[in-house]
């Protein structure tokens, strides 16, 4: 604007009124799109970010992958090399390898099923999302676990826990999605940044993160039916950052409530489980 008005400063009084409201207009097209162009990178970083998180995630499960041949791989090969030496109890030995095997077909298997419901169910939630939403939701999934981080913006009122009326349009087709997954536990978790509380209800950020929870994972049950022997309400004030918290931005990222929901610890325990027992090798006498 300064540039605009300088100019029409040195130009004197030849610009017509007309000519001075194009040029007005304008300039704000160009702020609009230079804004527009800002939340499209952010929104670029963001997706980014949890692409190279999964990336990184399917790398160590390979590694892990390989670490389990190369050990089996290398029992096998000390067992031949004792046969050579002495007689020694091959049968037993390729029982073992075969139940390992069978063990790690099943891990890559289950793996991929919950990876496959993960995305599933990552798809279906930002396919609902609108554009709008999207910049304010942000879904990833890591290690078999779907993490939902809501603005506090979007969900409450200004410095108050009370959910807003922009919120249950979104909170809707959260509350549609766990609906959808009755095997999954959820976890709402509150967060803060920095900044006290100053309120004659709320102590400090702790009570603030807590109550927060507690009020989405009331809306999920009175308004949107969801069980809640499977909800938990908790908050970790400002001792979980995901920023920095001395710039405004940092603030804004940290100020989030997220809901985690996470396979059942019956269904982990079930895979333990199978995991076959290992028996010893003995000599042929």
């Given at each position: 604007m300064s540039i605009l008005t300088?100019?029409?400063?040195?130009?004197?009084?030849?610009?017509?009124?007309?000519?001075?409201?194009?040029?007005?207009?304008?300039?704000?097209?160009?702020?609009?799109?230079?804004?527009?162009?800002?939340?499209?990178?952010?929104?670029?970083?963001?997706?980014?970010k949890s692409l190279e998180d999964q990336l990184a995630s399917e790398r160590q499960n390979n590694a892990d992958l390989k670490a389990a041949?190369?050990?089996?791989?290398?029992?096998?090969?000390?067992?031949?090399?004792?046969?050579?030496?002495?007689?020694?109890?091959?049968?037993?030995?390729?029982d073992e390898i075969n139940a390992s095997n069978?063990?790690?077909k099943h891990l890559v298997e289950t793996k991929n099923k919950s990876d496959s419901l993960n995305l599933v169910l990552t798809n279906n939630l930002t396919r609902s999302l609108s554009r709008?939403?999207?910049?304010?939701?942000?879904?990833?999934?890591?290690?078999?676990?779907?993490?939902?981080?809501?603005?506090?913006?979007?969900?409450?009122?200004?410095?108050?826990?009370?959910?807003?009326?922009?919120?249950?349009?979104?909170?809707?087709?959260?509350?549609?999605?766990?609906?959808?997954?009755?095997?999954?536990?959820?976890?709402?978790?509150?967060?803060?940044?920095?900044?006290p509380i100053s309120k004659p209800n709320i102590r400090n950020n702790w009570d603030l993160s807590t109550?927060?929870?507690?009020?989405?994972?009331?809306?999920?049950?009175?308004?949107?039916?969801?069980?809640?022997?499977?909800?938990?309400?908790?908050?970790?004030?400002?001792?979980?950052?995901v920023a920095d918290n001395s710039t405004a931005l940092g603030k804004q990222r940290n100020r989030r409530t997220q809901i985690i929901i996470t396979p059942k610890l019956d269904q982990f325990m079930e895979l333990i489980d199978k995991a076959p027992e290992p028996t010893e090798v003995t000599p042929v006498q």
């Open positions: 300088a100019s029409l400063f040195f130009t004197g009084c030849g610009v017509s009124k007309k000519t001075y409201i194009g040029l007005q207009t304008e300039y704000k097209n160009l702020q609009t799109q230079y804004q527009d162009s800002q939340l499209q990178l952010t929104e670029s970083r963001t997706r980014i041949y190369a050990a089996l791989q290398g029992s096998l090969d000390k067992s031949i090399n004792q046969n050579s030496q002495g007689n020694v109890n091959i049968s037993k030995l390729v069978k063990y790690i709008e939403e999207l910049q304010e939701v942000d879904v990833q999934v890591l290690k078999g676990v779907v993490y939902i981080s809501l603005a506090d913006n979007m969900l409450y009122k200004s410095g108050s826990y009370e959910i807003s009326d922009r919120a249950d349009m979104t909170l809707s087709k959260i509350a549609k999605i766990i609906q959808d997954y009755r095997d999954y536990e959820v976890l709402i978790e509150g967060n803060t940044d920095t900044d109550l927060r929870a507690s009020s989405v994972v009331q809306a999920l049950q009175t308004k949107y039916g969801v069980d809640p022997k499977r909800l938990t309400a908790g908050g970790r004030g400002e001792y979980n950052p």
